[in-house]
């Protein structure tokens, strides 16, 4: 999934999932004997299984594991929304290296079954055997280093860290399909970071404006995120001022650590407001924070640090769990809004609700997964969001500015 990320972000393509589970042999789950993926797509090392001289019965019992878990993977990455449709367009299947290449064919006859108009299978690593062997099953084979020895897939990487449920799906989150939708009346600023780097950020500020709400997008995001810019706009029309933010420059993009760097991302955050409470539209409005995905955990931090300075804080399928020290000291009411059916962020916000010592609420969209892509999700987001900020911001203490404090 990192790998596949960085793929989908640069082309900016849709991201999804696709599950193939490696068939363990019977006392070594280690030992690979086959691969099952999605749609029931099987494929056997038929010498491994002749090697172990495995029964029909043990073998049946091995895949039957491997189905299991891959039904569990399918509900918890996918929650019940449908996978992308693959019919007609160019797929990309990425995987973080090939070794043998039986959980690779099996994913690629897996989407060769959805009858792509191209298939291509991409790897940064792959060993020379096992990608000649892959280049009859699809279109192209995109591999940036084939050794004469891989020896693991893991020795070609300098983090080969197991990647986590939670930052799964806060891959799936990210807006690698985002565009700028039209912006309405939107002033570019930079805002200085230190070392002559800025971060820049987008204002809107309609007529009479009563807040202003910070925007601190999820891993990968920008400030061009539609859903963001779509929950921004309804605020703009109940007379809020928005600042849409990229957290980080341009350079720190290209380091994927800073994505999930929580005290960096509330730095920036923290500087942002500063700017806000400085500049000559915007010193007197009361500040509140909207965050999504990791964004929420660093508008968690950053409120800590800011006190009074922070008068509301919305969070959407946030990660408040990653701000986990710094909850106690939030003083601004707290909004967390999580999908029905986003178990693993819900729970984390369960979790996290309970460290909040400031007036908090959960507030579930019934039907909705991690993205609130189902029709009419993100709008009741934009409701609850905005009567929030209405409720905490309305007797708000205005921002002290920088030059008066």
């Given at each position: 999934?990192?790998?596949a990320?960085?793929?989908?972000r640069?082309l900016r393509?849709?991201?999804?999932?696709?599950?193939?589970?490696?068939i363990?042999?019977?006392?070594?789950?280690?030992?690979g004997v086959?691969?099952?993926?999605?749609?029931?797509?099987?494929?056997?090392?038929?010498?491994?299984?002749?090697?172990?001289?495995?029964s029909?019965?043990?073998l049946g019992a091995a895949?039957a594991?491997?189905?299991?878990?891959?039904?569990?993977l399918?509900?918890?990455f996918?929650?019940?929304?449908p996978?992308?449709?693959?019919?007609?367009?160019?797929?990309?299947?990425v995987?973080?290296?090939?070794?043998?290449g039986?959980?690779?064919?099996?994913?690629v006859?897996?989407?060769?079954?959805q009858?792509p108009r191209?298939?291509?299978?991409?790897?940064?690593?792959?060993?020379?055997?096992?990608v000649?062997?892959?280049?009859a099953?699809?279109?192209?084979?995109?591999?940036?280093?084939?050794?004469?020895s891989?020896?693991a897939?893991?020795?070609w990487?300098?983090?080969?860290?197991?990647t986590s449920?939670?930052?799964?799906?806060?891959?799936?989150?990210?807006?690698?399909?985002?565009?700028?939708?039209?912006?309405?009346?939107?002033?570019?600023?930079?805002?200085?970071?230190?070392a002559?780097?800025?971060?820049?950020a987008?204002?809107?500020l309609p007529?009479?404006?009563?807040?202003?709400?910070?925007?601190?997008?999820?891993?990968?995001?920008?400030?061009?995120?539609?859903?963001?810019?779509?929950?921004?706009?309804?605020?703009?029309d109940?007379?809020m001022?928005?600042?849409?933010?990229?957290?980080?420059?341009?350079?720190?993009e290209?380091?994927?650590?800073?994505?999930?760097?929580?005290?960096?991302?509330?730095?920036?955050?923290v500087?942002?407001?500063?700017w806000?409470?400085?500049d000559?539209e915007?010193c007197?409005?009361?500040?509140?924070?909207f965050?999504?995905?990791?964004?929420?955990?660093?508008?968690?931090?950053a409120?800590?640090?800011?006190?009074?300075?922070?008068?509301?804080?919305?969070?959407?399928?946030?990660?408040?769990?990653?701000?986990a020290?710094?909850?106690?000291?939030?003083?601004?009411p707290?909004?967390?809004?999580?999908?029905g059916?986003?178990?693993?962020?819900?729970e984390?916000?369960?979790q996290?609700?309970?460290?909040?010592?400031a007036?908090?609420e959960l507030?579930?969209?019934?039907?909705?997964?991690?993205?609130?892509?189902?029709?009419?999700?993100?709008e009741q987001?934009?409701?609850?969001a905005?009567?929030w900020f209405?409720?905490?911001?309305?007797?708000?203490?205005p921002?002290?500015?920088?030059?008066?404090?």
């Amino acid at each position: 999934m990192p790998v596949a990320y960085e793929v989908a972000r640069a082309l900016r393509a849709p991201l999804d999932v696709l599950i193939a589970s490696k068939i363990g042999a019977p006392g070594n789950p280690e030992y690979g004997v086959g691969a099952l993926a999605e749609g029931g797509v099987l494929v056997l090392d038929d010498r491994a299984v002749r090697a172990l001289q495995l029964s029909h019965e043990e073998l049946g019992a091995a895949i039957a594991r491997a189905r299991d878990e891959i039904g569990a993977l399918v509900e918890r990455f996918r929650a019940g929304r449908p996978p992308l449709a693959l019919a007609g367009r160019t797929a990309i299947v990425v995987d973080d290296g090939v070794a043998t290449g039986v959980t690779a064919r099996a994913a690629v006859r897996a989407v060769h079954a959805q009858r792509p108009r191209r298939l291509v299978l991409a790897v940064p690593v792959g060993a020379v055997e096992s990608v000649a062997a892959l280049r009859a099953e699809v279109d192209e084979v995109v591999c940036v280093i084939e050794p004469r020895s891989l020896r693991a897939v893991g020795a070609w990487y300098q983090d080969f860290t197991p990647t986590s449920d939670a930052e799964i799906l806060d891959l799936l989150a990210a807006t690698a399909m985002d565009r700028p939708p039209r912006r309405r009346n939107a002033r570019a600023i930079g805002i200085s970071i230190g070392a002559g780097a800025e971060i820049a950020a987008d204002l809107e500020l309609p007529a009479g404006a009563r807040a202003l709400v910070l925007f601190a997008h999820g891993s990968g995001s920008s400030r061009h995120s539609a859903r963001n810019r779509q929950v921004a706009a309804a605020l703009n029309d109940c007379g809020m001022a928005t600042l849409l933010l990229d957290l980080l420059t341009v350079d720190e993009e290209h380091d994927r650590a800073n994505v999930f760097d929580i005290p960096l991302l509330a730095g920036r955050l923290v500087a942002a407001t500063r700017w806000a409470q400085a500049d000559g539209e915007t010193c007197g409005l009361p500040i509140a924070y909207f965050g999504a995905s990791t964004g929420a955990g660093a508008a968690l931090w950053a409120a800590s640090e800011l006190g009074s300075g922070v008068s509301a804080i919305v969070s959407r399928g946030g990660r408040p769990d990653l701000a986990a020290a710094r909850l106690a000291g939030v003083r601004a009411p707290v909004l967390l809004i999580v999908g029905g059916r986003d178990p693993i962020v819900l729970e984390l916000n369960r979790q996290a609700a309970s460290l909040i010592t400031a007036p908090c609420e959960l507030s579930i969209v019934a039907g909705a997964t991690h993205l609130f892509e189902e029709p009419g999700a993100l709008e009741q987001v934009c409701v609850l969001a905005a009567s929030w900020f209405e409720q905490h911001l309305a007797s708000a203490t205005p921002a002290v500015s920088a030059a008066d404090a």
